[in-house]
């Protein structure tokens, strides 16, 4: 018969001795040129309303998360997690290979909305993901950053914009359903 381990090899707790926590770095601010801080999570580390590590940011200090990541999510909301085949089922033709967008634009054209922004929104954070978040960024990055006018305007500025243009075509499609 083979033995196992001891418990306190297990890595699980209460057994284990050495399990080590890995606490995530967050931008916490900006050095005049742009240059993120950042700060580990790690409670142990940071100040408090106790007096702990004093030259520490503070516990509830706000952390900023990159603009990569915030299209990232905002791409997997809108384009990924689209019922393309519900979408499928509510149009009059589904073309082999069409993308999840033009299902999208089908179905709204077939319904007789105003699909044009909406569809052009999905578009640039399906372009902003590809040509820039999840590969490296290249001409086409380059191209549709000169489209978009980013290098114009704080990026911060950019997405809050955007965010709101996607929630004001939102609110319009609701009402159009109601």
Known sequence: MISPYPKSKSGVWPYSESIKEVYEEFQIWETPDGEPITFSCDPSKLANS???NPNAPDYLTPVYFKCDVLLLTLSKVLIDALNE???GKNISCTPAKLGGINKLKIL???KGYDYEEGIILWRNVQEL???GVAHLKGSKY???ARRLDLHN?????FFCDLLNQII???NNLITLIE
Do not use: M, N, P
């Open 142 to 144: 380059s191209k549709l």
């Open 153 to 157: 305007q704080e990026l911060q500025k």
């Open 50 to 52: 106790f007096g702990a």
């Open 85 to 87: 085949k519900q979408i």
């Open 168 to 170: 004001l075509f939102f």
């Open 129 to 131: 993901r590809s040509s």
């Open 108 to 110: 709204l054209k077939e």
